[in-house]
Protein backbone atom coordinates (compact mmCIF):
# COMPACT_ATOMS: atom_id res chain seq x y z
CA UNK A 1 0.00 0.00 0.00
CA UNK A 2 1.42 3.42 -0.57
CA UNK A 3 0.17 6.74 1.17
CA UNK A 4 0.84 10.30 1.00
CA UNK A 5 2.25 11.94 4.28
CA UNK A 6 2.34 15.29 5.26
CA UNK A 7 4.85 15.34 7.98
CA UNK A 8 4.75 18.72 11.03
CA UNK A 9 8.09 18.33 12.75
CA UNK A 10 8.38 19.99 16.19
CA UNK A 11 4.92 19.69 17.36
CA UNK A 12 3.88 19.02 21.17
CA UNK A 13 3.01 15.11 20.61
CA UNK A 14 3.33 12.39 17.87
CA UNK A 15 0.08 11.73 16.12
CA UNK A 16 -1.87 10.61 13.28
CA UNK A 17 -4.42 12.59 11.51
CA UNK A 18 -6.19 10.27 8.82
CA UNK A 19 -7.39 13.25 6.01
CA UNK A 20 -8.41 11.08 3.34
CA UNK A 21 -7.86 7.32 1.70
CA UNK A 22 -4.23 7.22 1.51
CA UNK A 23 -3.38 10.56 2.69
CA UNK A 24 -2.08 11.54 6.25
CA UNK A 25 -0.82 14.02 8.32
CA UNK A 26 1.80 12.90 11.01
CA UNK A 27 2.77 15.67 13.95
CA UNK A 28 6.18 14.38 15.41
CA UNK A 29 7.99 15.78 18.20
CA UNK A 30 11.01 15.17 16.44
CA UNK A 31 13.21 18.32 14.68
CA UNK A 32 13.80 17.36 10.70
CA UNK A 33 17.82 16.80 11.22
CA UNK A 34 19.73 14.29 10.54
CA UNK A 35 17.05 12.16 9.51
CA UNK A 36 15.36 12.33 13.59
CA UNK A 37 11.91 13.20 11.97
CA UNK A 38 11.99 10.31 9.52
CA UNK A 39 13.17 7.67 12.17
CA UNK A 40 10.49 8.95 14.15
CA UNK A 41 7.85 9.07 11.65
CA UNK A 42 8.73 5.31 10.85
CA UNK A 43 8.36 4.22 14.10
CA UNK A 44 5.29 5.91 14.58
CA UNK A 45 3.80 4.39 11.20
CA UNK A 46 4.44 1.13 12.00
CA UNK A 47 2.87 1.75 15.62
CA UNK A 48 -0.15 2.90 13.78
CA UNK A 49 -0.32 0.63 10.54
CA UNK A 50 0.63 -2.43 13.25
CA UNK A 51 3.56 -3.26 10.96
CA UNK A 52 7.59 -3.86 11.57
CA UNK A 53 9.22 -0.85 11.09
CA UNK A 54 11.19 -2.63 8.45
CA UNK A 55 7.63 -2.51 6.63
CA UNK A 56 7.81 0.98 6.63
CA UNK A 57 10.08 2.79 3.38
CA UNK A 58 10.19 6.22 2.58
CA UNK A 59 10.23 6.08 -1.63
CA UNK A 60 9.82 10.18 -1.95
CA UNK A 61 10.15 13.26 -0.56
CA UNK A 62 13.03 12.08 2.06
CA UNK A 63 13.58 15.47 3.02
CA UNK A 64 10.46 17.28 2.11
CA UNK A 65 7.38 17.94 4.27
CA UNK A 66 5.10 15.65 1.93
CA UNK A 67 6.31 12.05 1.82
CA UNK A 68 5.08 8.84 -0.18
CA UNK A 69 5.54 5.91 2.05
CA UNK A 70 5.49 2.05 0.77
CA UNK A 71 3.87 -0.08 3.35
CA UNK A 72 3.56 -3.93 3.42
CA UNK A 73 1.07 -5.78 4.81
CA UNK A 74 3.04 -8.02 6.71
CA UNK A 75 1.88 -7.79 10.78
CA UNK A 76 4.40 -7.26 13.79
CA UNK A 77 4.38 -11.12 15.18
CA UNK A 78 4.66 -12.80 11.80
Not at 19 to 36: D, F, N, Q, R, W
Not at 61 to 72: D, E, P
Request: glycine share 6%; net charge positive; charged share 30%.
Amino acid sequence: MRIYVKVIPRSSKNEVIRISEGEYKVKLTAPPVEGEANKMLVKILADFFDVAKSSISIIGGKSARTKLIQISQSKKNE
